[in-house]
């Protein structure tokens, strides 16, 4: 058989296709409508789950660095990093640290498995494993050797609700400071029957809700790992500067520059001190001079904040580290404001009376619970938009006294009648807080969707 | 994207989604699985799309992932490496479908497209996110080390 013989054979094989093709698009949907039940389910049975991955926002994190060992990449860790195109782009190019360190207390052994590190940010994958004991989650410390908090770090874990055996992450974020050479993460190990058990949900959310949430879980194994980290890995990243200045509606804001690292992209603006709004979001991609685009991060840290205003200055997108582009353009499509008039809005939590509120959200309602409030409010939500907290974590009462909101939960709405969700839920406790009248933050009054994209050359 | 008009556009490229996840994989039942991924991220992502003119070579290059992710899951078992395109004479002895199989990654990619999904070269160029006459320097290094001589109209 010659080299034409046998590429027709292979070409003839290709023509039987399998009868089950034509329903791909329906498995999809299976699919996808599964996996949307279990994002419903878990926020409304497992509110501990949302309370801690709260905290654990305020603080979370991310990493650069060039070429690696030939490592063999895990089915596992591809799977876990699903969630992010930076950290599938750098597994595919096999970024990934091996750590292989495991350690066991009672019953309970917790590995750690791999590191995706940079200049940045910090990924920890490991696992958690028992015979004894399933449902487990941990609560993650982050300390530089001596035993400090590093200064400028915030982590985020994801996982929640995993098997035994299965790989999570922990995401520990350096805001100013770069990655030190070592860190180590403490593991405080509990089990989260909450997350599991088939729970009413009008129950567990009283539960949820009550103060109890604040008292520490029963760990049931401690652990401590130092992760030293391969300099390879944490060298600097690239840095574009841009410094123009461009108006989004009726407000100036200057793209100071753009980092790029092997995990993310940081836009960083500043802003004009005459603006009447604050930039609380950007709609933006990033786009290759060969067209190839770049999405704004829509989960774990999406942008951080400034100490001197309300205003969001550094904005995450996917990154283009591994796709060696010199030439981007930065295309911004819209933006969300908070009005300078706008930073705190009334609501009488008995009759529901309430001032402005951001765009698309409506009051739902309040109830009573035991020395405070709890308050649901319903927003729009589109696909493509995650959900989100409608206002900032303080409060205040008549006299101006500040309070602090740490638990929230969201929910999807309920189905319509063409099976589309349209809205969600956002619920919050105002623990100890008695009174009938109450300002919150809003977190922004408006979005504003720029009528031509505004497009940015960035060298 | 409405769903429906999604279903349209799976259903007008699903073949060639198969015959490309068949001819990167070489099994029935992965390809089949690497069709299902990549419909569902392709439902899930569809929003991201801008041009809705591109969904044809979008969703191939989520396949094409699909299927280097699961090679490389293979890879850790059956460890089967890429020949360089020196190898000419190791390319010359083996048959055409383990020749393909051990091309180089960036070569294979524009066989696999052009000449057994039946892509042409711009659409090849706009889904491995190449200049097309990368695209067409690559054809004809790959054929030249598979020793074919393939005519424009087989893919058509």
């Known amino acids: ?459 | 994207m409405s769903n429906e008009e999604f279903a349209k556009r799976v259903e007008s490229v699903r073949i060639r989604l198969y015959k490309t996840a068949l001819t990167y994989l070489g099994s029935e039942s992965l390809a089949m699985d690497a069709v299902d991924e990549a419909v569902y991220k392709a439902l899930c992502g569809k929003w991201k799309l801008r041009q809705t003119e591109f969904f044809d070579t979008w969703i191939t290059r989520i396949l094409i992932n699909e299927c280097h992710n699961e090679l490389r899951r293979q890879k850790r078992f059956h460890p089967l490496d890429e020949l360089p395109e020196t190898a000419a004479e190791e390319f010359d002895a083996l048959p055409l479908k383990e020749a393909l199989r051990r091309l180089p990654k960036d070569l294979k990619d524009v066989i696999i497209l052009r000449f057994f999904a039946g892509y042409t070269v711009a659409e090849t160029a706009r889904t491995l996110h190449i200049p097309a006459g990368t695209a067409a320097t690559r054809q004809r290094k790959a054929l030249q080390l598979l020793r074919l001589e393939l005519e424009e109209e087989v893919s058509s």
């Open chain 1, 1 to 459: 058989m010659n080299r034409r013989d046998e590429f027709e054979a292979m070409i003839g094989e290709l023509d039987r296709c399998p009868p089950g093709l034509d329903a791909a698009v329906d498995r999809a949907h299976k699919k996808r409508r599964k996996r949307m039940l279990r994002m419903v389910v878990r926020p409304a049975a497992g509110l501990a789950a949302c309370f801690a991955v709260f905290v654990l926002l305020v603080n979370f994190c991310a990493p650069v660095a060039y070429a690696c060992s030939q490592i063999p990449v895990l089915k596992e860790l591809a799977a876990a990093v699903t969630f992010s195109r930076s950290l599938t782009d750098a597994v595919e190019n096999e970024y990934v640290q091996p750590m292989d360190l495991s350690q066991t207390d009672g019953d309970i052994t917790a590995e750690v498995a791999y590191l995706i590190v940079d200049q940045k940010q910090v990924n920890v994958f490991y696992q958690l494993d028992s015979d004894k004991y399933k449902s487990l989650e941990a609560d993650p410390e982050v300390l530089n050797c001596d035993g400090k908090r590093p200064a400028s770090c915030s982590y985020h874990s994801t996982g929640f609700g995993l098997e035994n055996g299965e790989l999570r992450c922990l995401s520990i974020d350096f805001v100013d400071d770069n990655v030190p050479g070592s860190l180590r993460i403490k593991l405080d190990v509990y089990t989260n029957s909450i997350i599991h058990e088939q729970v009413a949900p009008d129950r567990a959310v009283e539960d949820i809700y009550s103060e109890k949430i604040y008292e520490e879980p029963d760990y049931l194994a401690h652990f401590d790992f130092l992760l030293e980290f391969d300099p390879k890995f944490t060298a600097a990243g690239k840095v574009f500067p841009v410094n123009q200045t461009v108006i989004l509606d009726g407000q100036a804001i200057t793209i100071a520059d753009i980092e790029v690292y092997p995990t993310h992209m940081r836009v960083d603006i500043e802003e004009s001190a005459d603006n009447t709004a604050w930039l609380k979001g950007l709609d933006f991609y990033i786009e290759t001079d060969w067209g190839m685009k770049f999405d704004a991060a829509s989960s774990g840290i999406i942008s951080t904040g400034s100490a001197d205003s309300p205003s969001m200055v550094s904005y995450r997108a996917d990154s283009t580290y591994f796709y060696e582009a010199d030439h981007i353009k930065l295309v911004i499509t819209g933006a969300k404001w908070l009005r300078k008039d706008m930073q705190t809005t009334y609501l009488n939590l008995v009759t529901g009376e309430h001032g402005e509120l951001p765009e698309g959200a409506a009051f739902d309602s309040t109830r009573k619970q035991g020395s405070g409030w709890i308050v649901k409010f319903r927003a729009v939500w589109k696909e493509g938009i995650p959900m989100h907290q409608l206002f900032g974590h303080l409060f205040y009462d008549a006299d101006g006294n500040e309070y602090e909101i740490n638990q929230w939960s969201s929910t999807y709405g309920e189905e319509d009648e063409e099976g589309c969700i349209t809205f969600f839920y956002n619920e919050f406790p105002l623990l100890n807080f008695p009174y009938d009248e109450v300002w919150l933050s809003p977190q922004y009054s408006h979005n504003w969707t720029a009528e031509d994209m505004i497009v940015i050359a960035v060298e």
